[in-house]
């Protein structure tokens, strides 16, 4: 099973090329594959109408038990059949059909993609897994109906689809989520009835199942997207949107009701909507002129009947749904077939304008002829068989089941009067007044509706054939408990019969009085209107408007409106959680801080007052300086040196690209008083909640140990004594590549930001001229070089390591292109600052990856003892640090120096 | 200590969404640094003051009241990013300005963003532009 659907998606891969290669001949080969599976299905026909099952199992998601669980039973036998048959011969007909389209390799791939989604969807055993199937079956649905991009009304049907069966297959996975949680388990097969009706969430399940099921099936209110599917190219309509896809919906019906099915509330809801959607969609079928559409109403109604049939939940209900289904699949793909055949042949799909179509192709004729006698339900077509099964169904329902009749009758005779259209009126009678000279169309596009049509018609007159082999296990798959089947077209005079001779009846009376009948119909003006497309637009309509105001509400183009409502929710966030713990604040020690921290403190403070206040650009760049060495100063008195090097480093280097950029702008002018105080009083709240949180979160001591872990096994394992190091380039190694990943990724961004580097490095102006710093500068350089290896080379054991010696590096070798130009640095070291930098990210990798030598993790350490002294692989990957910080940090002040000297 | 923490910690983040929230795209960069620095010492704070040693462990030795490494680690880390992501948006700054003048920075994205392909008969929102 899962080799078919595997085959199926790879064909359906191969399809465009294929159709490249052999343009006449793709169809008929790709056509062999669904035929194939079709023979396949068949030759296990034997081993499952004795009962047996056919599984296959694939682990897929093993920590929530989520498996590719395939099952073969009587349902899935009886839905792949028609899935692979009619399918074989669409594609086939689709070769005939669309022969002169230019995409129809794509064509065919889509159809196969929906093929393999719908055969997953019916031997999926296992309930997310059929959920997949049934979203891929929407999104090839999608792709079909909106296979004529260029049309729009194709574009606003496939939209529409979409997003009615898109929705309902959200509130279906809801659903499906809730049963397997109550069942607890994702197996269809082994689903407790009993358990999940006693459940309390039982409504809310069957009622998000139901939406999910109504929408695929084009229940009422979701009838309307069906109609309009019948945008997409002929073979789909026959395919998708009569034959297979809309069954989805009845399929997951049948499919649970053996576990969800019995109580009154879903006998009600699905009779009660079948019901509805019955006689809406045959009312509106009748009103239709055109053939497609006609046809596309009455696949409303005969949905709405299946839906009916299987709420009835009687032995002979189940049994006619299970024929109705084969007999509709096969006579409405035969008859879609047989328009579009039509549609080929004279131009038009009006029936008004056809006629008398016999004499110039009887073999199209003739397939007509026999689908729409099954369509009517006359004998001895598997129709009738049916027919006669749905009422004894209903009828077995006592009082609400003669009500029900009452309207089945009404519903059948429409659709009665409706077949009439499509044959009696179509073909026989005076000829019409078609666009051009008919023809009976080529061989591929009679074969499948005369196929289709003859097969209702032998199965109806040899019925004991599909009793015996597919009925009978369908139908015990379907039913909660055993049921016995027998088709007979011949019961005696029933009371089924009677309401047989009633429909055909009432049904030739309405086709012979058609004129009447749609007359009346026209008087229900106001009925049409909401019943049409109209309330679909306004609600569209509606939701743009919403979604419009949403996000212009939001979207507002305003950095500052931004910035504002997320300090405020940061700060009210903050809030709600510091009042929940109650304000439980580290004991109050601002006494006993010392001298210098006070110090250190307060130059941070100050400088980010004047960053925050003064309007001059060196002041600014002054003021920003100052806050930083303050902040360095207090990361030195609360014992971090390698935190405090680094801030040192960043701050030298962040001071001459801010001095560098906002030399050439103008000063920062004071602000205007207009919104100071809201903002003030923000900026302070915000503050405000930071700190507290801050005081909060050291009330208690810190939970765990991880500390004290990184403390003891420092030495021990990673080799080095200074604990910081070691975990930036061992214990946190991954984290610590990502980061450089960033800082490279930031930095050739805002270089290229800066513009392009020209071609050659002009040895130019220096930017900053003094004979004395040109002169004193050189052994300047080499000093901070040299400084900036030793930082590396001892930073696992002492205060050091790749950042702070790749910042060193990088602030000595930012002197020298300031001094003399932006190409000096590169003569210096004979390489481009960005190859330095990949040069860097390729060491790290190169460290990391060695630890997967013999059997290791990524990143796993490998040591080599000189001696006392041990090498490894966390000192390669902080070189790698090492060369990527500094060759990223240089990399961007060459560029900016550069266009400074273009400029 | 904690208290001194906390109290520049709160004073570097209002003044720095203060910056942020300022008109002059030049001045909410600075304010992008120093909103930077007070998350980083408030991170560093949050693993806990009060340490008498540096994180160092010469021969495998652990110091009494040794700091806490791992948040040292991560604002290190942290401090870099943060010099990175600021010469982005200095060089953003610097970009912004080139192409478009000196801007308010509510009306930046005006100059900036096409409208959506789809609104572009509708009335023009952002006509400042």
Redesign the interface.
């Given at each position: 099973m899962l080799q078919a659907l595997l085959l199926l998606l790879l064909a359906a891969l191969l399809a465009p090329a294929l159709t490249r290669l052999l343009p006449r001949h793709a169809g008929a080969c790709l056509a062999l594959l669904p035929l194939g599976i079709f023979l396949w299905l068949l030759s296990h026909m034997g081993s499952i109408a004795d009962g047996q099952v056919l599984e296959q199992r694939v682990s897929w998601i093993a920590a929530l038990q989520i498996a590719v669980h395939l099952r073969l039973d009587g349902l899935s036998l009886l839905f792949g059949l028609l899935i692979s048959g009619i399918g074989s011969l669409i594609v086939l007909y689709a070769a005939g059909y669309l022969e002169q389209h230019r995409q129809l390799g794509r064509f065919y791939a889509y159809l196969l993609l929906f093929m393999l989604a719908m055969l997953g969807l019916v031997l999926a055993d296992d309930l997310i897994l059929l959920f997949v199937f049934w979203e891929l079956t929407s999104v090839a649905s999608f792709l079909l109906i909106g296979f004529q991009h260029d049309k729009p009304e194709a574009r606003r049907a496939a939209l529409q689809a979409l997003l009615i069966t898109g929705g309902g297959g959200l509130a279906l996975l809801a659903g499906l989520l809730l049963l397997g949680g109550v069942a607890q388990t994702w197996q269809i097969s082994s689903l407790d009835a009993a358990q999940v009706q006693g459940h309390a969430l039982f409504p809310a399940i069957m009622l998000l199942v139901l939406l999910g099921c109504f929408s695929k099936s084009a229940q009422l209110p979701f009838h309307l997207w069906l109609p309009n599917a019948m945008n997409a190219p002929t073979p789909v309509s026959a395919f998708l949107h009569s034959a297979t896809m809309v069954k989805a919906g009845v399929f997951l019906l049948a499919r649970l009701n053996p576990s969800l099915g019995g109580s009154l509330g879903w006998s009600s809801l699905l009779i009660a909507f079948g019901a509805a959607t019955a006689l809406l969609g045959a009312l509106l079928a009748i009103r239709q002129t055109d053939l497609k559409r006609l046809l596309a109403y009455t696949t409303v109604a005969v949905l709405g009947q299946l839906t009916m049939l299987i709420g009835s939940n009687t032995p002979y209900g189940l049994q006619a749904f299970v024929l109705y289904l084969v007999a509709h699949s096969l006579y409405k793909a035969a008859l879609f077939m047989a328009v579009g055949a039509i549609d080929h042949a004279t131009g038009t799909r009006e029936y008004p304008r056809l006629g008398g179509l016999w004499r110039f192709m009887p073999l199209t004729g003739c397939a007509v002829a026999l689908a729409a006698f099954s369509n009517a339900g006359l004998p001895p077509f598997f129709g009738f068989i049916a027919k006669e099964f749905k009422y004894s169904g209903l009828l077995e329902l006592g009082l609400v089941g003669g009500l029900i009749t009452t309207v089945m009758i009404l519903t059948n005779a429409l659709l009665f009067a409706a077949a009439g259209l499509v044959f009696v009126k179509s073909f026989l009678g005076p000829p019409g007044a078609y666009p051009r000279q008919p023809h009976e169309v080529s061989l591929p596009l009679w074969l499948g509706p005369l196929l289709l049509a003859l097969g209702g018609f032998l199965l109806g007159a040899w019925n004991s054939w599909p009793e015996t082999w597919l009925v009978n296990t369908a139908v015990q798959n379907i039913a909660s408990g055993p049921v016995d089947v027998s088709l007979y077209l011949w019961g005696g005079f029933t009371p089924a019969l009677l309401a047989s001779l009633l429909t055909i009846s009432l049904g030739l009376a309405f086709y012979l009085r058609r004129d009447l009948l749609l007359k009346l119909l026209g008087r229900l003006q106001w009925f049409w209107q909401f019943s049409g497309d109209l309330l679909w637009d306004r609600l569209l309509k509606r939701v743009f408007a919403v979604a419009a105001l949403t996000a212009?509400a939001f979207q507002h183009?305003?950095?500052?409106?931004h910035?504002?409502l997320l300090?405020l929710c940061i700060s009210l966030l903050l809030g709600i959680g510091i009042t929940w713990l109650g304000w439980p604040l580290?004991p109050?020690?601002?006494h006993?801080?010392s001298l210098p921290?006070?110090l250190a403190?307060s130059l941070?403070?100050l400088g980010?007052?004047g960053?925050?206040w003064l309007p001059g650009r060196l002041s600014?760049v002054a003021a920003?300086g100052l806050?930083?060495l303050g902040?360095t100063l207090?990361?030195f008195l609360?014992?971090?040196?390698?935190?405090a090097m680094?801030?040192l480093m960043?701050e030298s280097?962040?001071v001459v690209?801010?001095a560098l950029?906002?030399r050439?702008?103008?000063r920062?002018?004071p602000?205007g008083r207009g919104l100071a105080w809201p903002?003030?009083l923000?900026?302070?709240l915000?503050?405000?909640s930071?700190?507290?949180?801050?005081?909060v979160?050291?009330a208690a001591?810190?939970p765990g140990d991880?500390?004290?872990w990184?403390?003891?096994n420092?030495?021990?394992q990673g080799h080095g004594?200074?604990?910081?190091n070691v975990?930036?380039v061992d214990f946190?190694a991954f984290?610590?590549l990502g980061?450089i990943v960033?800082?490279a990724l930031?930095?050739l961004?805002?270089?290229s930001?800066?513009g392009r580097t020209p071609a050659k490095l002009g040895t130019g102006d220096p930017v900053f001229a003094s004979s004395l710093l040109l002169e004193g500068l050189k052994p300047l350089v080499w000093l901070l070089l040299g400084a900036s290896l030793l930082l590396l080379w001892r930073g696992h054991?002492?205060?050091g390591g790749g950042?702070i010696g790749g910042?060193t590096a990088a602030a000595g070798c930012v002197l020298l292109v300031l001094m003399h130009g932006p190409a000096s640095a590169e003569r210096l070291l004979r390489l481009r600052p960005r190859t330095l930098m990949g040069i860097g990210l390729a060491v790290a990798l190169l460290a990391a990856s060695l630890g997967l030598l013999g059997g290791g993790a990524f990143f796993q350490a490998h040591w080599l003892w000189l001696g006392e002294l041990p090498l490894g692989t966390p000192l390669l990957f902080d070189l790698g640090v090492y060369l990527c910080?500094f060759g990223?940090?240089l990399h961007?002040f060459q560029r900016l120096t550069a266009e400074e000297h273009a400029a | 200590m904690i208290w001194l923490t906390a109290l520049t910690v709160a004073g570097l983040a209002a003044l720095g969404l203060w910056m942020l929230l300022d008109r002059n795209l030049k001045r909410v960069v600075l304010g992008i640094a120093v909103l930077g620095n007070a998350i980083n010492l408030a991170v560093f704070a949050a693993g806990r003051l009060g340490a008498e040693q540096a994180a160092f462990t010469p021969a495998g030795q652990v110091p009494l009241a040794a700091a806490n490494p791992l948040p040292q680690a991560l604002v290190l880390t942290a401090i870099v990013i943060g010099f990175a992501l600021f010469a982005f948006a200095l060089a953003l700054l610097k970009r912004s300005r080139d192409l478009h003048g000196d801007r308010e920075t509510d009306h930046v994205s005006a100059v900036t963003e096409e409208p959506a392909p789809d609104l572009r008969q509708g009335p023009d929102r952002e006509g400042q532009a």
């Open positions: 212009s183009g305003s950095l500052r409106q910035l504002a300090a580290a109050f020690d601002l006993q801080a921290a006070l403190a941070s403070l980010a007052l960053a925050a600014l920003l806050s930083g902040l207090l990361f609360m014992q971090a040196p390698d935190v680094t801030m960043v280097l962040g690209l801010l950029i906002y050439r702008m103008p920062v002018a602000q903002r003030a923000l900026a302070g915000f503050g405000l930071i700190g507290l949180a801050l005081l979160s050291s001591p810190l991880l500390a004290q990184y403390l003891a420092s030495y021990g004594a200074n604990v910081v975990i930036l946190r984290d610590t980061e960033v800082v930031a930095m961004a805002a270089a930001l800066l054991n002492l205060p950042f910042l910080v990223a940090s961007l | -």
